[in-house]
């Protein structure tokens, strides 16, 4: 399931561009992601406790009309919407949470600036039917870390849409098994994926746009890391049952920063 809460900018227009690790901790404050109701709620779905806060959610935060200059964002429009998707906790939202979001506020605060967003709107998104070959459009970045020979050293990297495709598919089959483990407390049966980017998307768009391979500065706990991530159409095949995972929690890592968040092509 996903939760769209629409949002109306109601104190200043303008935060910080590195906002990612602000939002999340947001969601998890309005969904009551640390309340022990949660967490009695997530033992009774037998899932798997750790100390760690619950991470398997993304989100997309879409503005209306927006411009960026250097490190900060400005909007040109009030509105905007925040979309969250998650799963196995589609009860407790519904029986928890979607009453009292009305009317609250989102707010964005880094020392001295602060936005505040009321939720004018609160919808849910069921989800789609998944099949075994479907074509993802990503809205936020794909974040692909892992490892590789340079030079005869081993090196911790981003892998792009540039890099051999099958390394790529092989991570995302990786991070869908891990992710379905953790949801469901079991391995799966079927773990094929195949996954491949939209290479005519790639070839239209690589000489004019530098956004298929963005590069950016992500701050969390206080330090700022280089992340490379990909903005490009991919068609994925395999066990639905794990497409429905990088659906629901998202594709690649870092999704409870708001990466990996991809919608059905139309």
Same mark, same amino acid.
Request: glycine share 4%; hydrophobic share 35%; charged share 25%.
């Given at each position: ?9 109601i ?5 910080? %561009?590195?906002y ?15 309340? $022990?109701?949660?967490?009695d709620?997530?033992? &009774?779905?037998? @899932? ?12 997309n935060?879409h *503005?209306? !009309? =927006?411009?960026?200059k ?19 906790? !589609?009860?407790?939202?519904?029986s928890n949470?979607?009453?009292?979001l009305?009317d ?5 605060q880094? #020392?001295?600036?602060q936005?505040t @967003?009321?939720?004018?709107?609160v919808?849910t998104?069921?989800d789609?039917?998944?099949?075994d070959?479907? +074509?993802f =459009?990503?809205?936020s $970045?794909? +974040? ?6 340079i030079k ?11 890099d051999?495709i ?18 469901? !407390?079991?391995?799966? &049966?079927n773990?094929?994926i195949?996954?491949q980017?939209d290479?005519?998307y790639?070839y239209?768009?690589?000489?004019t ?10 701050? %969390? !706990?206080?330090?700022? %890391?280089?992340v490379l991530?990909?903005?490009?159409? *991919?068609r +994925? ?6 497409i429905? =995972?990088?659906?629901?929690? #998202?594709f #690649?890592?870092m999704?409870?920063?708001g990466?990996g968040f991809?919608e059905?092509?139309?």
């Amino acid at each position: 399931m996903r939760l769209v809460l629409k949002l109306k900018a109601i104190k200043e227009k303008e935060f910080p %561009y590195n906002y990612n690790a602000i939002v999340s901790k947001e969601i998890s404050n309005l969904l009551g992601f640390e309340t $022990p109701e949660f967490k009695d709620y997530l033992k &009774s779905k037998g @899932f798997r406790a750790t100390d760690k806060p619950f991470g398997l959610f993304t989100f997309n935060l879409h *503005f209306e !009309n =927006v411009f960026h200059k250097k490190e900060t964002l400005f909007l040109r429009s009030n509105n905007a919407h925040l979309s969250i998707s998650f799963p196995l906790i !589609n009860d407790y939202i519904k029986s928890n949470v979607i009453d009292r979001l009305s009317d609250k506020e989102l707010i964005i605060q880094k #020392g001295q600036s602060q936005t505040t @967003f009321l939720i004018t709107k609160v919808e849910t998104i069921q989800d789609p039917l998944f099949r075994d070959d479907i +074509i993802f =459009v990503p809205k936020s $970045p794909i +974040i692909l870390p892992g490892k590789k020979m340079i030079k005869n050293v081993l090196r911790n990297i981003y892998f792009s849409y540039r890099d051999d495709i099958r390394t790529v598919s092989k991570l995302i089959k990786e991070d869908l098994c891990r992710k379905y483990e953790s949801i469901y !407390n079991s391995q799966v &049966s079927n773990d094929f994926i195949f996954f491949q980017w939209d290479r005519n998307y790639i070839y239209a768009n690589e000489k004019t746009s530098k956004k298929l391979k963005p590069k950016f500065m992500l701050e %969390y !706990n206080q330090k700022n %890391y280089a992340v490379l991530g990909n903005v490009v159409p *991919f068609r +994925i095949k395999g066990n639905p049952e794990l497409i429905r =995972v990088g659906y629901q929690c #998202g594709f #690649g890592k870092m999704n409870y920063l708001g990466f990996g968040f991809s919608e059905f092509q139309d």
